[in-house]
């Protein structure tokens, strides 16, 4: 039986952005890199954490209010000068969902 734990397993954060640059948009290769996708996923997993959204002790899943995780990665890039629209984070949330999906991660 395959549990949460070893789905966080075979979560690889390298695959994550190859995966999600390799699936961009063709007009978004050119403004999206590799430290943007580092960065928004490192902001995505501060806030699992902050929200408790990451618990290793349940295999629940959580609900993710995509309009605040939106939110809050805006409040970090701005706060920490990272040049991100929108539009950027969106498709990265998206890629970052289809990897997750990939691995069987998110339903």
């Not at 960065?39 to 806030?47: P, T």
């Not at 290793?56 to 809050?72: F, G, N, Q």
């Not at 950027?88 to 990939?102: A, D, K, R």
Request: proline share 1%; net charge negative.
């Amino acid at each position: 039986m395959k549990t949460e734990e070893d789905d966080l397993l075979v979560y690889d954060e390298d695959e994550a952005v190859k995966f999600i640059l390799s699936h961009l948009p063709e007009e978004a290769k050119s403004t999206i890199d590799d430290t943007m996708v580092e960065y928004v996923l490192d902001v995505i997993y501060e806030y699992y954490d902050e929200n408790g959204l990451i618990d290793e002790d349940t295999t629940e899943e959580a609900s993710i209010d995509e309009e605040d995780m939106l939110k809050y990665i805006q409040k970090c890039a701005k706060k920490d000068a990272m040049k991100l629209t929108e539009e950027q984070i969106l498709l990265i949330l998206e890629g970052e969902f289809n990897y997750g999906q990939s691995l069987g991660i998110y339903d």
